[in-house]
Structure formats: C-alpha cells, structure tokens
C-alpha cells in the first residue's frame, strides 16, 4: 500500500474516531472549580508523604489553590484526619495459599473554613481486589502498587469532585 493511500485512509480514520468521541460526551478532565474560601489553604496531616497527602498536595495545586506552610496563614483548612492502607485476603486455595487478595484505602478529612465548617468529618474508602500467584511475586507486587495508585486517584477525584459541588 502506498504512502498517499494509507494516509488517505488515516485520515477520515482519525475523523471518524474523534467525531465519535465527542458524540458520546468524552471530555479530558479538566481542573475542577474549587470554591473562593479554599484559595488559600492549609493540608493538615501526620503523614505528609502518603499516597493520597501527595496526589492531593499536587491536584489542589493544579487546580490554582495556594497551599500555605500554616493554618495562620489559611483561608480553609483541609484535615487529613486518618489515612490508612493495607490488604487482606479475600480466598485462599486448597493448600491455604493466598489466591486472592483485596486492597483497601480509607481516608478520614474534613474541610474548614474559619468558623464554618465547608465539609462536616467523613470517611472515604476504595477497594480492588486482585489475585495472587506465587510463581509471579514481583508482577503482582507491582501490580498491588499500581491498584493503590488508582485508588489513591479515585479518592483525591472524588474529594475535588465534592469540594467543586459546594
């Protein structure tokens, strides 16, 4: 096939596709609205190297909130009150190995503004499950990191989600 042809092919191709993504609604996700009371904010954690401390740290940022080094300096104040990781097995095998395994993400926050209160104390948890093999230790270790990850990423969208809707 020659070139022109294959990139007279390409192109309606390409047409097609995208003209087909913006039929169905697909958008690429943009920084959402953070409320005004929350431009200047402080993240209050023990842990300030979490998983979820750090993809918050950084979306906030995206989304143009200043984050500020103390809660003097702050507009609202957003309190990472618990933030816990950590799996469990969900079956094992005939031999009482390990073949399936859940991983859990919980968070504990609140938000504050002032004397108001924009998020009242609440608890947010994702899980996924996976299974295990164990001729395949190094894959399925990465692959538990990979699932926390996306975990970390819904919690952080669906507190930023939250945080728009106010």
Not at 11 to 33: H, I, K, S
Not at 118 to 123: A, D, G, K, R
Not at 124 to 148: F, N, Q, S
Request: proline share 5%; with cysteine; hydrophobic share 35%.
């Amino acid at each position: 096939m020659s070139l022109s042809r294959r990139s007279s092919v390409t192109v309606p191709g390409l047409l097609l596709v995208g003209c087909g993504l913006a039929a169905c609604g697909f958008q690429l996700r943009t920084a959402p609205d953070i409320p005004p009371e929350m431009s200047r904010t402080y993240i209050s954690a023990d842990d300030r190297y979490s998983q979820f401390y750090r993809k918050l740290r950084d979306e906030l940022r995206n989304a143009g909130v200043q984050l500020v080094d103390s809660p003097a300096q702050s507009s609202a104040v957003f309190s990472i009150l618990a933030d816990e990781t950590d799996q469990r097995v969900l079956s094992v095998s005939a031999r009482n190995v390990p073949r399936e395994y859940e991983v859990f993400y919980t968070i504990y926050y609140s938000v504050e503004s002032g004397e108001n209160t924009i998020i009242p104390p609440q608890t947010l948890t994702r899980t996924r499950d996976y299974t295990y093999d164990e001729t395949l230790v190094l894959g399925k270790a990465r692959e538990e990191e990979m699932l926390r990850e996306a975990i970390v990423d819904d919690l952080v969208q669906v507190v930023l989600k939250q945080l728009s809707s106010l």
